[in-house]
Each structure stands twice: as C-alpha cells, then as structure tokens.
Nanobody
C-alpha cells in the first residue's frame, strides 16, 4: 500500500493560483489528482506517469499543470486562473496506469475559490 501525503490547498480568490504537492512512500508509475464535491462522484483532474505522459480533465486544460519529481516520488498540481467551480476536496492518487483506476489515495485537501 502506497502512503500519500498531501500539502497545499486553502482559500483563494477567483483568478488566483494555488499549488498542491503530494509525496509518495514508494516509487509508482502513475500519480495524479482527483477532486470531489459533496453529492458528486470523485473526478479526475490530472494524472502523470513516470515518463511524464499526462492526462487532463477538459475543464482544467490550459489552467492546471501537473508535474512530478521522480527522484522524490512527488507530484505537483499548479492551479492557475482558479474559478469558484474548482472548489472541492482534492485527493492525491497513485496507480499503475494513466487511464486506470488509482489503487491508493491521499487524505484530501480542501481548495476553496471565492468569487
């Protein structure tokens, strides 16, 4: 079981930026970020493989950038031009493949974007 420790998140005004970080306890091929709001399913935000192939949700393309430091088993999510609809709990994820379901989750970090 991969342990994932997240940091970042918080409150920001619309149009602002935030950066999330997540450190994994071991090396794993795919790391990513999902988000969830009450009453809705958890949805993919972005994922990245160790080879740095990426997959983004359409709603964040051009605004969010996912990156990773393989040497530190860490993934980052740079979020720019934030919108109130980006408000959610963001979960770090880890798994084997870019398009498969994650096998491990972080504890979640709240991102709130005020209008």
């Amino acid at each position: 079981q991969v342990q994932l420790v997240e940091s970042g998140g918080g409150l920001v005004q619309a149009g602002g930026s935030l950066r999330l970080s997540c450190a994994a306890s071991i090396s794993i091929n795919t790391m990513g970020w999902y988000r969830q709001v009450p009453g809705k399913q958890r949805e993919l935000v972005a994922a990245i493989t160790s080879g740095r192939t990426t997959n983004y949700a359409g709603s964040v393309k051009g605004r969010f950038t996912i990156s990773r430091d393989n040497a530190k088993n860490t993934v980052f999510l740079q979020m720019n031009s934030l919108k109130p609809e980006d408000t959610a709990v963001y979960y770090c994820s880890a798994g084997l493949t870019l398009y498969g379901l994650p096998t491990s989750w972080g504890q979640g970090t709240q991102v709130t974007v005020s209008s």
